[in-house]
């Protein structure tokens, strides 16, 4: 019986194998040579696919031709559900490209025909695209819209289209002049390095202009008449995005330029030659959004027509085949005042060092100006610069200790020097000897003394530190500013000499500029100011800090990270308006009876000041950080120096003459 069953069953076996076979139409196979045929469009590369009627190389090379114009493009080609009826198989091929910013969706239908075993593409140009006729390839043609602007406050036109010249040699002008000779020339006139533009020059094409310099049209000293006494020289007008002045909040706006060939290449697309793009700052931040969209045009026409025959057809011989409209950019507002900038920066014109200016306004928290002065080579110190702050934060010692139980009028003892685990403290230089002994708290904040705020470390926690740095604004986020920041860092954790260091603003304590001017706005509005510049950041699709943008260190060297903890979400304990008066009482005695006394001359309502001297570096004596920080109705500025002496001596007046003339 079991040897029966055993016969029985390879005989169903048989049975079910032969009618397996008989049910196998081919339809696996085809699906296979369907799947490689899309593999390949996929790639732009069907050498390797077996055609009917045409020889696979061939065929790889009319589809290149084709596809020229796409190059570096390539799509994303999938099959759909095949049809079969015999030797004959039907795929429709769905291809996806990336245009520029544009999806060209299209779905091309390919034939494939059984031969010798073999599944044979059938080749015909409309597997390529729709109704893509032989002799025809694929054009391509994009419209970019004119770079939007980036506004200041009342709407201001801060940066915008301004006239240019682009000074160079038309080489078709040069005649039988010496190309190296006129290449040096007007190298000469213009200023840039002779040798690397007769190298450019001597490069370029019969038919290039190579151009030399771009030239703000207004207040340009090299004149047209000049430029034609150069055999070849030439001047075209342009139009460029331009701030008012080649150095006006040049860190934190960037430029703009046609993108070079290593942007073109990192934009995965998106840019192309002739683009113009953003570099660094705001420009480079929100360049998405100031460049808008490409308007977009795929069509097939016949190859090898000249231009005379296209001007002669209808459409120039075009067939259109995809197209996406033009959207214009969308500009960047900002709260930056034209008048308030410039001010800022022509204060810091003649400083050597790194320096910094910012300006902010405490009931908004929009920033008004944030400078950067020449020193600084190109960084933005203003806003992402971290420095010792120096005594500008014993702002934040005195909010602790108020929140001991101290007030303004409490005594506390000043000391010429003070030692804490061998290291020994001592006030600034020409600290005046009427302040020390057993002074008021209101007079040791007026005259900085450094020994009365280290010996409150005992009943003042690195943590109740950092607690009232935060109450102040700063060491937190600031989701409203719109641009890359730092707002400073207060570890939450040090003891002995580091405790003691962060009591007059060192050790790793850390603020930028902007950090300091919120500090002071803060207690100028009775409550943390929250910073704004970019007022429409929600209308860029991401606002990541400017790619390689270094932050310098409490050295003043610059790193490509920062590691500053980071910052708290927001403060936990906000200053009070009774906090914040008493702090605004002792910020108005440094200008009443401490050192800060130039500014009580400064018109309109009273000031109230702190300054700051933060030594670094190794050196003996130590270069030191130059701060001060003032409010001055509903305006509070901070002004610092990287290598500066003293905050009094250096900072102060520079801060005087900005609130001055700000009015």
């Known amino acids: 019986m079991g040897n029966f069953q055993k016969l029985s069953l390879a005989l169903v076996g048989l049975i079910i194998g032969g009618s397996l076979v008989a049910c196998d139409d081919g339809r696996a196979s085809a699906q296979d040579a369907a799947k490689q045929l899309a593999s390949a469009m996929t790639a732009l590369d069907v050498g390797s696919v077996a055609f009917e009627g045409k020889d696979s190389a061939a065929a790889n090379e009319q589809l290149k031709e084709v596809f020229q114009a796409l190059d570096p493009a390539k799509p994303a080609v999938e099959t ?3 049809t079969l009826e015999k030797d004959t198989a039907t795929v429709p091929l769905n291809y996806s490209w990336k245009i520029g910013s544009g999806e060209w969706k299209y779905t091309a239908s390919a034939e494939l025909k059984k031969s010798g075993g073999k599944w044979l593409t059938v080749w015909k140009p409309a597997l390529l695209a729709p109704e893509l006729a032989e002799g025809e390839v694929i054009g391509a043609g994009a419209q970019s819209p004119q770079r939007a602007d980036i506004l200041g406050a009342g709407d201001a036109k801060l940066v915008t289209y301004r006239p240019v010249v682009n000074v160079g040699i038309d080489k078709p002008k040069l005649g039988s002049a010496d190309p190296a000779a006129s290449a040096t020339k007007l190298a000469q006139l213009v200023g840039v390095d002779p040798a690397a533009y007769t190298q450019q020059v001597q490069a370029a094409g ?26 070849g020289a030439s001047s075209i007008a342009d139009l460029l995005p331009l701030a008012p002045t080649r150095t006006f909040a040049r860190a934190l706006l960037g430029t703009a330029a046609e993108a070079n060939a290593e942007q073109i290449e990192k934009s995965g697309g998106t840019l192309k030659a002739g683009d113009t793009t953003g570099t660094g700052g705001l420009q480079q931040q929100y360049d998405a959004q100031l460049r808008g969209t490409d308007g977009i045009q795929v069509y097939a026409e016949k190859a090898g027509l000249s231009a005379d025959e296209k001007q002669a057809l209808p459409n120039k011989g075009r067939r259109i085949l995809f197209q ?11 709260t930056l005042d034209p008048r308030l900038q410039q001010l800022a920066e022509d204060v810091l014109a003649e400083v050597g060092p790194a320096s910094a200016i910012v300006a902010l306004r405490p009931s ?24 010792a702050p120096g005594s500008t934060f014993k702002m934040v010692d005195s909010l602790a200790m108020i929140r001991n139980g101290l007030t303004p009028d409490s005594k506390v003892e000043c000391t010429p020097t003070l030692t804490v685990d061998g290291r020994t403290f001592k006030n600034a230089e020409g600290y005046p000897e009427s302040s020390l002994g057993s002074v008021t708290l209101r007079d040791a904040f007026a005259h900085s003394c450094n020994t009365a705020f280290i010996a409150a470390r005992d009943t003042v926690s690195q943590a109740q530190l950092e607690s009232a740095a935060t109450s102040l604004g700063v060491a937190v986020e600031a989701p409203g500013l719109g641009a890359a920041a730092f707002l400073g860092s207060v570890p939450g954790e040090a003891e002995g000499t580091e405790h003691a260091a962060s009591m007059i603003g060192q050790g790793k304590v850390l603020l930028s500029p902007l950090a300091a001017a919120v500090m002071a706005g803060s207690v100028a509005k009775g409550s943390p100011v929250s910073p704004v510049l970019v007022l429409n950041a929600e209308a860029n699709s991401g606002t990541a800090a400017p790619e390689g943008s270094g932050t310098p260190t409490a050295d003043g060297t610059s790193s490509s990270s920062s590691t500053a903890p980071a910052p708290a979400k927001a403060a936990e304990k906000p200053v009070t ?11 108005r005695a440094v200008v009443t009876s401490g050192h800060a006394g130039f500014l009580a001359s400064v018109p309109g309502e009273p000031v109230g000041a702190k300054t700051g001297t933060a030594e670094f570096g190794n050196e003996n004596p130590p270069k030191t950080h130059a701060w001060i920080v003032a409010v001055h109705g509903d305006l509070a500025v901070a002004v610092f120096v990287e290598e500066g002496g003293l905050g009094a001596t250096t900072s102060g007046p520079l801060l005087k003459n900005f609130l001055v003339a700000a009015g």
């Open 364 to 387: 908004s928290g929009a920033v008004l100006a944030a400078a950067s002065g020449p020193g600084s080579n190109g960084y933005n110190a203003a806003l992402l610069g971290q420095y």
């Open 324 to 334: 996406a409209d033009m959207k214009p950019g969308t500009p960047v507002k900002t």
């Open 80 to 82: 759909g559900e095949l």
């Open 206 to 231: 019969p038919a290039a202009f190579v151009t030399a310099i771009t030239l703000r049209q207004d207040g340009r000293t090299i004149t047209d008449e000049q430029i034609a006494q150069i055999p």
């Open 577 to 587: 308006a009774a906090e914040a008066a008493a702090l605004a009482d002792m910020m």
